[in-house]
């Protein structure tokens, strides 16, 4: 099946630094990544979708001059934490949009990314 | 807005006993997934239901789609420990993202 990969997988920053998380499609074309985030024991919140070669549509709530997404290519999407502050503190994940079929499907997860601010 | 909701939110069960966790949206569904995520990983897709009524199988797992396709379930039967897991539904109406269930998080004690 298609394989995302997400880089880091955890990361500890200061608190008004920036993290980049990168998320790469790496046998398959995503036109379309989304970027969710997940706090401990709780469910997965969208927090933009990410359309190669135009900007991110964020989800309401979500800050888009804090969390910066760019889709330069068909098989990278990443997502900086501008100005990180420990209340960003959360696991974040990407994942891919595969076309199966007759039907989209965001099947494909990468490993997350567990960041920590100090 | 559209809401996914799922429950139980815990199930505890003994080894060999049956488990089923429900999912049911305020909307209409074009599709609903299932993923499966352990503790510290991420999910892990399982399997899309797509057509109303629709029932699949796998192995011990039945995952069903209701005729309005509005509900969904997963039962897993003769739980094993490494059935261990937050079991999440995800469903999307047409053209939108998915939007996730708050999961059910199974334990299981041998």
């Known amino acids: 099946g298609a394989v995302v990969s997400q880089h880091p997988s955890w990361v500890i920053c200061k608190s008004g630094t920036s993290v980049k998380i990168e998320c790469r499609s790496l046998?398959?074309?995503?036109?379309?990544m989304f970027w969710y985030r997940q706090f401990p024991k709780q469910s997965l919140m969208l927090m933009a979708t990410?359309?190669?070669?135009?900007?991110?549509?964020?989800e309401q709530g979500v800050e888009k001059d804090k969390f910066l997404i760019n889709h330069a290519s068909l098989t990278l999407s990443t997502l900086t934490v501008t100005s990180a502050h420990p209340e960003d503190s959360s696991f974040y994940i990407c994942?891919?949009?595969?076309?199966?079929?007759?039907?989209?499907?965001?099947?494909?997860f990468g490993q997350g990314t567990r960041l920590t601010v100090v | 807005g559209q809401q996914v909701m799922q429950i139980p939110q815990y199930q505890h069960v003994q080894e060999g006993e049956d488990f089923t966790t429900y999912c049911n949206s305020s909307?209409?569904?074009?599709?609903i997934q299932w993923y499966k995520q352990r503790p510290g990983g991420h999910p892990v897709f399982l399997i899309q239901?797509?057509?109303?009524?629709e029932v699949k199988k796998q192995k011990r797992l039945t995952f069903q789609f209701g005729e309005a396709k509005k509900n969904s379930s997963l039962h897993i039967t003769a739980t094993q420990t490494t059935d261990v897991g937050t079991y999440f539904c995800a469903g999307r109406q047409a053209g939108t993202a998915l939007i996730f269930g708050k999961g059910t998080t199974l334990s299981v004690s041998s």
């Open positions: 909307t209409t569904l074009s599709n």
């Open positions: 994942s891919a949009r595969v076309f199966s079929g007759t039907v989209n499907t965001e099947a494909f």
């Open positions: 046998d398959f074309q995503a036109t379309t």
């Open positions: 990410s359309n190669e070669g135009s900007k991110a549509t964020y």
């Open positions: 239901l797509v057509k109303s009524g």
